[in-house]
Structure formats: C-alpha cells, structure tokens
T-cell receptor, first 112, second 113 residues
Framework: GENVEQHPSTLSVQEGDSAVIKCTYSDSASNYFPWYKQELGKRPQLIIDIRSNVGEKKDQRIAVTLNKTAKHFSLHITETQPEDSAVYFCAASKGGSYIPTFGRGTSLIVHP | SQTIHQWPATLVQPVGSPLSLECTVEGTSNPNLYWYRQAAGRGLQLLFYSVGIGQISSEVPQNLSASRPQDRQFILSSKKLLLSDSGFYLC????????????FGQGTRLTVV
C-alpha cells in the first residue's frame, strides 16, 4: 500500500518567516495530494491540494509543489502569522477508491 | 451542501464498557467513509474504511469494529473498552468517484478510565 513520510515533525519559525513542510510518497499511481490544517482540538480541514497533472499551485500565502519523478511534494507558507500555528498533514491517494494515506503531521509554531 | 455529523463530542467510559460512536453524512450518496484515531501524538491512524453498505475494511486489528448499516451511516463500536482506546476519534467521508478531499466530523474525545 501507499506510504507517506512527512518532515519535519515540528517546525518553529518567527512571524513573517517562511515555512516549508515536505512529504514523500511511495506509490507512483497516486495522483491526488491534499494538505490539511488541524487547529488544537478541532477537525482537520483542507487548505490546498494538487493533482498529478500540475507541478505547482498557489493560494495567497500558501503554495504546494509536486515532483512526480522524485515522488515528493511540499507545502510552502510565506509571511507566516501566529494564526498559522497548527498541525499540518499531507496525504496521497489514487484513482479507484481515493482512500487517502496521511503523513504523521507537522506541528508548526509561529512565534510573534 | 454536504455535511457530516459525529457524536458525541466527548465521552468518558470505564474500562470494559461498550462503545458506540455514530457518524452520518448528508447531501451526498455512496460516499467513502472512514474512522481515524488520533492518539497522544498527532498522526491520523486509519482504523476502518468503507466504500459501500456492508463493506468494511480494517486497517488495524484491535478490539474495535465498524459497521455501515445505511449508505450514509458509519458506526464505530467496541464490546469492551481498554485504557489504550483513549484518543480523539474522527469520522470522515470523501467522494468515491473522483479525487476529492476528505471532510472530517468534529471528532469524539474518548477517555477510558
């Protein structure tokens, strides 16, 4: 089955800095890569996603890049703000059942 | 629009007692349904998933079970809870026919005492 590795497990940055979270996947058939944000005590919610026919996608301060050859994808947050502090999960899924496999999560801490 | 309901939000149960967590989805048909557990760490551990009524796949062998008696209803059960069953349980659904995001319920904080 699919295996998703996520790094780092914890990321501490100063407000205004950029943050990068990286994930690798094992199944070359995976074609959908969402990123979720989970604030403390709340449910994970989608913040951005990318499909295998696209190399990069941006949404304001958030961007995701995908390298299908290397089987890795990354989340980039620019101009971080304290409200960006949360746990971020990457995931991968493929055609057919589209059951997502999640990474172990990255705890992002943005210091004001 | 689609919505997902999960209850209860919090639950304190003694060791050895039974468990029943319920999840329902509205506004869609034939969804993929999932139960995840989030223990003291942050990881989302997939416990069960279902691609249709009566079709349950277990990812982790344990004393929990799941059932899907109706298309949009997913139930997580246990006959006898263990201390190690404590955690944050999340139900989720996704579209089974296309590459779409997973939508999570509010979660149930289960404490086994």
């Amino acid at each position: 089955g699919e295996n998703v590795e996520q790094h780092p497990s914890t990321l501490s940055v100063q407000e205004g800095d950029s943050a990068v979270i990286k994930c690798t996947y094992s199944d070359s058939a995976s074609n959908y890569f969402p990123w979720y944000k989970q604030e403390l005590g709340k449910r994970p919610q989608l913040i951005i996603d990318i499909r295998s026919n696209v190399g990069e996608k941006k949404d304001q301060r958030i961007a995701v890049t995908l390298n299908k050859t290397a089987k890795h994808f990354s989340l980039h947050i620019t101009e971080t703000q304290p409200e960006d502090s949360a746990v971020y999960f990457c995931a991968a899924s493929k055609g057919g059942s589209y059951i997502p496999t999640f990474g172990r999560g990255t705890s992002l801490i943005v210091h004001p | 629009s689609q919505t997902i309901h999960q209850w209860p939000a919090t639950l304190v149960q003694p060791v050895g007692s039974p468990l029943s967590l319920e999840c329902t989805v509205e506004g869609t048909s034939n969804p993929n349904l999932y139960w995840y557990r989030q223990a003291a760490g942050r990881g989302l551990q997939l416990l069960f998933y279902s691609v249709g009524i009566g079709q349950i796949s277990s990812e982790v062998p344990q004393n929990l079970s799941a059932s899907r008696p109706q298309d949009r209803q997913f139930i997580l059960s246990s006959k006898k809870l263990l201390l190690s069953d404590s955690g944050f349980y999340l139900c989720a659904w996704s579209g089974g026919q296309s590459d779409t995001e997973a939508f999570f319920g509010q979660g149930t904080r289960l404490t086994v005492v």
